[in-house]
């Protein structure tokens, strides 16, 4: 894993960058990566020129706007970042100013939700590709030092074939009679994204799935059922307690397994000999196999335990500037990925729990097919 970081202003090259949006949580978690990526910020456009002034003295854009298509026009940048939010009925306003960036041959980086439906996430597509423009999604999530970590150690030979996946995330799902509606939908479609990134990032594409919903907080289990052949269950606490750790992932090899708990404390549980039972008198395993263990420390003025590299934010960004510096596409944070989670959420949308529903063709049996 690279880990070494380069600050702004010992690249020599640089991406020309616009940027639109000036919210909060640009402010706290996008603009500050800035400093440790090549990037060269020349303007910012918001609907509200007042935000957009003082977001342009306080990261150092040089000019302010509130037309995206003025500011592109005379910009003429290399990149667009966007991160807005949603219009009144639920859409993701992102989809619309992705495409303007497109048609004025700019790549893009785009906050999650890529779009609010699959046929969006396939217009972008289409259009990147007609372009030969990049479009990456902000998935912070396959980006964290920890569940990196996690790919590292299942892809390994001594791991085996990961069989299972455990993935916990705090999200709620509206009642299914609720769902046609977008605007209610939209909380769990922009959150879907962490745990949708994760189970497909290291467990590949998703064939079938059903889900549980209790009526008491919008909480749920799902069963999924992987191209791979693999299974996995994806747990949605909705009402557990906001002062406990929110993440737990965990994924089952052949005789391994590996847990990050809290999106931070990654341990591996080796491959061991199993006690004698009922004749062991020790718990410890031998050296060679004992667990191994990552947790970061918070007491020097580090990088890695400042929030915008722990949860991924620098990574995520320096992935998508190199991708247009080194002229390859993105590995990470891709259209097809997005796509893939977007099938997911429009399966939530139109299947009753209990029902199992085909995400990607893996058998004859068809109940829904997106």
Known sequence: MESYIRYNFEYDCKVRVCFIGAGGHSFRNIYPTFQYTPIDLVAICDKDMEKADAYKRQFGAERSY??????????????????????????????????????????????????????????????????????????????????????????????????????????NLPPFEERDDLSKMKWFLDHIFHPGSILFYLMGKIASFSYEREPFNGGSVTNIRFVSGAVGTMHLTAGGSSGSPLERVE??????????????KVTYFRKAKPPM???????????????????????????YNKNIFYLGYVQEVNHFC?????????????????????????????????????????????????
């Open 66 to 171: 509130t037309d995206h298509m003025e500011m592109l026009e005379k910009e003429k940048p290399d990149a667009v970042f966007i991160v807005t939010s949603y219009d009144a009925d639920g859409c993701v306003q992102a989809v619309q100013l992705a495409k303007d960036a497109l048609q004025m041959g700019c790549h893009v980086w785009m906050e999650k939700p890529t779009a609010s439906s699959v046929e969006e996430a396939k217009e972008l597509l289409q259009l990147s590709q007609e372009k030969h423009r990049y479009v990456m999604t902000g998935l912070k999530k396959i980006f964290f030092p920890s569940i990196e970590k996690v790919k590292e150690i299942i892809t390994s030979p001594e791991f085996g074939i990961p069989s299972s996946i455990y993935v916990r995330y705090p999200q």
């Open 251 to 264: 994924v089952i090899g052949e005789g391994a397994n590996v847990v990050v708990d809290n999106g931070v």
């Open 277 to 303: 039972y009922g004749r062991s008198s020790s718990y410890l395993v031998e050296e060679q196999e004992a667990p191994l263990y990552w947790e970061p420390e918070f007491s020097l003025g580090q990088l």
């Open 322 to 370: 190199h991708s247009i510096l080194n002229g390859t596409p993105p590995r990470k944070g891709t259209l097809e990925q997005s796509l893939e989670i977007l099938k997911m959420f429009e399966a939530y949308r139109i299947t009753p729990e209990g029902k199992r529903v085909i995400v990607n063709r893996a058998t004859k049996e068809v109940e829904h097919e997106l």
